[in-house]
T-cell receptor, first 114, second 112 residues
């Protein structure tokens, strides 16, 4: 049973427009969320994160929104650029305690069309 | 070298072979991880090491044997694997167990 779900396997967006990648989770113990980006033949690279005490975190062109009541988060990329074409993984973990296992989604492949 | 490196990048092995995957991190981190990524599946945590000590074994079959000689190096020893073990094996490290993980490029393993 997937606790972190990315229901869209792929997304195509025109350059300059907004890309919105969605993620849903089922475990109410999750309260720290991350987005990773992965290019082919490379490992995932950390992109942006958000704690459950916030509902928005912004870093340049990337903004993550968190809706705790809906157990939903989204990553907005604006404006989208061809270099953003990659697979984006949503991840979540509980924040308390020592080791917190990170649970990943299956990924959404974003293609930004020039 | 910077970041997290993994060798080899590609490996093809038979079911009776013994091989090892190597991971090295140049970030001064104390925790290291092995993940498996199979096609159309999420990243699956295999092992966690913190200060060279194994803290997590996520019910991984014994044909996978990890080794962490120091905080900078992590190995995954493979023997008598099955074709279903073919996957991308990713190594990651973090400053401590609660910190953000940084990944290597992975080893693409094919078991014939």
């Amino acid at each position: 049973d997937q606790q972190v779900k990315q229901n869209s396997p792929s997304l195509s967006v025109q350059e300059g427009r907004i890309s919105i990648l969605n993620c849903d989770y089922t475990n109410s113990m999750f309260d720290y969320f991350l987005w990773y980006k992965k290019y082919p033949a490379e490992g995932p690279t950390f992109l942006i994160s958000i704690s459950s005490i916030k509902d928005k975190n912004e870093d340049g062109r990337f903004t993550v929104f968190l809706n705790k009541s809906a157990k939903h988060l989204s990553l907005h990329i604006v404006p989208s650029q061809p270099g953003d074409s990659a697979v984006y993984f949503c991840a979540a973990k509980p924040a308390s305690g020592g080791y917190q296992k990170v649970t990943f989604g299956i990924g959404t492949k974003l293609q930004v069309i020039p | 070298e910077t970041g997290v490196t993994q060798t080899p990048r590609h490996l093809v092995m038979g079911m009776t072979n013994k091989k090892s995957l190597k991971c090295e991190q140049h970030l001064g981190h104390n925790a290291m991880y092995w993940y498996k990524q199979s096609a159309k599946k999420p990243l699956e945590l295999m092992f966690v090491y913190n200060f060279k000590e194994q803290t997590e074994n996520n019910s991984v079959p014994s044909r996978f044997s990890p080794e962490c000689p120091n905080s900078s190096h992590l190995f995954l020893h493979l023997h008598t694997l099955q074709p279903e073990d073919s996957a991308l094996y990713l190594c990651a490290s973090s400053q401590d167990l609660r910190d953000t993980q940084y990944f290597g490029p992975g080893t693409r393993l094919t078991v014939l």
